[in-house]
């Protein structure tokens, strides 16, 4: 199984309203340095805040303005996580001409995924998409959308130990799909676990994340902003005064300041082609984050909207 979501630009959530703070440039603590987190395996410093691209880098040649600003603005803000599939459509292809095109790829962490994973067969699908990214080697590769609770790792480790990868591991963003995640987690024990979860969608929270930390498997959150649902929730509505003292200085800071605020999270992997929103996106990662009681507070702000 893959998973397409269809995108939902902010301005089109938000009906082209970008006033009453819903759409700041970025967060009062902008000043500081993006903020990182160590990868759980190895201890490497990740930035908190990266770019998704199913369907916003799904272009043609002559569409890849959008895309290349948002891989500048990403990368000069301090970021450096791109994640991607050969299922993405063009992504995978349109990632490895902005990366050779700009010289920008020594400075990115690339991921991406494995659609079929049969025993034997990751290695030429790996380098299918090796060819399409223009690299020698991914940071990330994982397994998409695991279903089998006893789905083996070996031939994706094997790769790893070959240096066509740094890092391994998996991922879903279907519920039914859960236990399979937690089975593989919990006994294979993979550098990175990529889930669905959002401010209104928190089932992750119950045994995902727990098993994650259990684990020592950094998670990169998918469909952080919830498929434009919470923007489309916060239309004409001002942030909450109480906002800053976080350092939140827009709804998009906000819903992803949230996320990052759970110790499980390493990383936020928000879609998007629009540099504007690329850069209001990595203000998430900047300066003060909210507390487990703030977290509760804005859950409850969100679900009284």
């Not at 805040?49 to 303005?65: H, M, S």
């Not at 695991?146 to 790893?160: C, F, R, S, Y």
């Not at 799909?177 to 993979?190: L, M, V």
Request: hydrophobic share 40%; net charge positive; proline share 7%.
């Amino acid at each position: 199984m893959t998973d397409h979501p269809v995108p939902i630009s902010r301005r089109a959530a938000l009906g082209g309203f970008a006033g009453a703070g819903l759409l700041l440039p970025r967060a009062a603590g902008a000043q500081t340095a993006l903020r990182t987190r160590p990868i759980p395996h190895g201890g490497e410093a990740l930035p908190v805040v990266g770019v998704g691209t199913a369907g916003v880098f799904d272009v043609g040649p002559n569409e890849r303005g959008g895309p290349a600003a948002v891989v500048r603005a990403l990368l000069a803000g301090g970021g450096t996580v791109i994640d991607t599939a050969g299922s993405y459509g063009e992504s995978e292809n349109v990632i490895g001409a902005i990366l050779a095109e700009t010289g920008l790829g020594p400075k990115s962490f690339v991921a991406t995924k494995l659609e079929e994973y049969r025993p034997g067969g990751e290695k030429a699908e790996a380098e299918g998409s090796l060819a399409r990214l223009r690299l020698k080697r991914v940071d990330l590769l994982m397994l998409h959308n695991v279903t089998d609770p006893n789905q083996e790792m070996g031939g994706l480790n094997a790769l790893k130990a070959e240096g066509l990868c740094r890092y391994t591991g998996i991922t879903t963003t279907y519920k039914n799909a859960y236990d399979a995640a937690e089975a593989i987690t919990r006994r294979a024990r993979p550098d990175f676990l990529e889930i669905d979860y959002a401010l209104d969608n928190r089932s992750a929270e119950s045994r995902l994340l727990p098993a994650a930390m259990a684990a020592g498997t950094g998670v990169l959150v998918a469909l952080p902003l919830g498929r434009g649902r919470l923007f489309r929730k916060a239309l004409g509505k001002p942030l909450p005064g109480w906002a800053a003292e976080f350092d939140c200085g827009s709804w998009a800071q906000f819903f992803l300041k949230w996320l990052i605020g759970h110790p499980a999270v390493t990383a936020v992997i928000p879609g998007t082609a629009n540099p504007a929103h690329m850069r209001d996106n990595l203000g998430a990662g900047h300066g003060r984050l909210p507390d487990a009681k703030m977290r509760a507070r804005m859950v409850q702000h969100i679900e009284s909207l």
